[in-house]
Nanobody
Framework: QVQLVESGGGLVHTGGSLRLSCAAS????????MGWYRQAPGKQRELVAV???????NYGDSVKGRFTISRDNAKNTVFLQMNSLKPEDTAVYYC????????????????WGQGTQVTVSS
């Protein structure tokens, strides 16, 4: 069973920085893209950033130039460096792995972490 576990959330003032981590564990052979999404109260879940196994990245418009996604393929871990944080970045941040090649069952799909709260105070 593949599990994603996020860490690194917390409370920060406007203009501050946080670094989120998401480690995938289980019988994993490889993971294609990994990404971060967020959901604020009363709003739909939105894409923050995604990174392919080859390192190509894509960002949501609201975080371009402030957030950086990276990954360590050997450790099945993805990171999100968040700089110049704003109150509107306040949300629960979720890690996602849409396609995981497992050792026992081949490709399995759509794994999510439990979420980590990021709160930016004004």
């Amino acid at each position: 069973q593949v599990q994603l576990v996020e860490s690194g959330g917390g409370l920060v003032h406007t203009g501050g920085s946080l670094r989120l981590s998401c480690a995938a564990s289980g019988s994993i052979f490889s993971i294609n893209a990994m990404g971060w999404y967020r959901q604020a109260p009363g709003k739909q879940r939105e894409l923050v950033a995604v990174i392919t196994s080859g390192g190509s990245t894509n960002y949501g418009d609201s975080v371009k130039g402030r957030f950086t996604i990276s990954r360590d393929n050997a450790k099945n871990t993805v990171f999100l460096q968040m700089n110049s944080l704003k109150p509107e970045d306040t949300a629960v941040y979720y890690c996602n792995a849409p396609e995981v090649n497992t050792l026992n069952n081949g490709w399995e799909f759509d794994f999510w972490g439990q979420g980590t709260q990021v709160t930016v105070s004004s």
